[in-house]
């Protein structure tokens, strides 16, 4: 069974940075991407970043030049560097894997930057 377990949430002020986390278990296959969305409270839940297996990312337009997508060197791992959050990114963000047609979830970390 795979898992996905996010980490790395909390509050910080418009302006700062956080470093998301998501740690995955439960393959020996390497995913051929994983991603990190969001989902603020009555909205659907929206693409933030991703990167596949060859190291290509991509960001939401709402994102660039302020988030960073990076692969971790353990297996199936993957960050994203957040600096310059503004309050508009407050919601629960999700780690997302997708291995062969499978696609896996975790839990979710809440992030909420204030003004």
């Known amino acids: 069974q795979v898992r996905l377990v996010e980490s790395g949430g909390g509050s910080v002020q418009a302006g700062g940075s956080l470093r998301l986390s998501c740690a995955s278990s439960?393959?020996?296959?390497?995913?051929?991407?994983m991603g990190w969305y969001r989902q603020a409270p009555g909205k659907q839940r929206e693409l933030v970043a991703t990167?596949?297996?060859?190291?290509?990312?991509n960001y939401a337009d709402s994102v660039k030049g302020r988030f960073t997508i990076s692969s971790g060197n353990v297996r199936n791992t993957v960050y994203l560097q957040m600096n310059d959050l503004k309050p508009e990114d407050t919601s629960v963000y999700y780690c997302?894997?997708?291995?062969?047609?499978?696609?896996?979830w975790g839990q979710g970390t809440q992030v909420t930057v204030s003004s």
């Open positions: 997302k894997s997708k291995i062969r047609a499978n696609e896996y």
């Open positions: 439960g393959s020996i296959l390497r995913a051929d991407a």
């Open positions: 990167i596949n297996s060859a190291g290509a990312a």
